[in-house]
């Protein structure tokens, strides 16, 4: 299996603030990256695939970085919406999660 | 317009088995696989296996064993089974759409399944 590790698991950031989320794969994945958000009690929703190409409807504020082993999420101009549970999953081989980070607006 | 639904039973008895239907609609519907994928109550996602219209079907290693996923293409429903369960198969279960990749592009709401007797 390809080990995914998030950092950091939780983050407290303020409304207009700029995070960046990483995700580090336990071998290469080249691109094969996606990023999904998930809020209580709904689904994932793809925000980024190919570890840098914005989903269609998902607002510019998010965006992809990295390739190989290291990777990025970042949010800019944080909205109080964007409080959430965020994972990276790879892709290259059969899928597996990171554990999360969940995202506290304060 | 993208339309997944997972139903079956909420509540299933150690040893037995869970059965999962997942009904989906939308366009080109053989040109799309489907998973399952779960999620135990305050933790991370792990993909289960996936079947495409055609019957082609692959698993997570680790449950292997227990799986199976089958489709019915007259009713579009797509089925999970997962024999001789525990407490720790407790978990929402989700179906999810995806093309060639594994890149999960629509999931159903998703549906809440506990072991216990």
């Known amino acids: 299996d390809i080990q995914m590790t998030q950092s950091p698991s939780t983050l407290s950031a303020s409304v207009g603030d700029r995070v960046t989320i990483t995700c580090r794969a336990s071998q290469s994945i080249s691109s094969w990256l996606a990023w999904y958000q998930q809020k209580p009690g709904k689904a994932p929703n793809l925000l980024i695939y190919?570890?840098?190409n914005l989903e269609s409807g998902v607002t510019s504020r998010f965006s992809g970085s990295g390739s190989g082993t290291e990777f990025g999420l970042t949010i800019s101009s944080l909205q109080p919406n964007d409080s959430a549970t965020y994972y990276c999953?790879?892709?290259?081989?059969?899928?597996?999660f990171g554990q999360g980070t969940r995202l506290e607006i304060k | 317009q993208v339309q997944l639904q997972e139903s079956g039973p909420g509540l299933v008895k150690p040893s037995e088995t869970l059965s999962l239907t997942c009904t989906v609609s939308y366009d080109s519907i053989n040109s799309y696989h489907l998973s399952w994928l779960r999620q135990p109550p305050g933790k991370g996602l792990e993909w289960i296996g996936y079947m495409s219209y055609s019957g082609s079907t692959n698993y997570n290693p680790s449950l292997k064993s227990r799986v199976t996923v089958s489709v019915d293409t007259s009713k579009n429903h797509f089925s999970l089974r997962l024999t001789s369960v525990t407490a720790a198969d407790s978990a929402v279960y989700y179906c999810?759409?995806?093309?060639?990749?594994?890149?999960?592009?629509?999931w159903g709401q998703g549906t809440l399944v506990t072991v216990s007797s």
């Open positions: 190919e570890a840098s």
């Open positions: 999953q790879q892709y290259k081989s059969f899928p597996t």
């Open positions: 999810a759409r995806h093309s060639g990749t594994y890149l999960f592009d629509h």
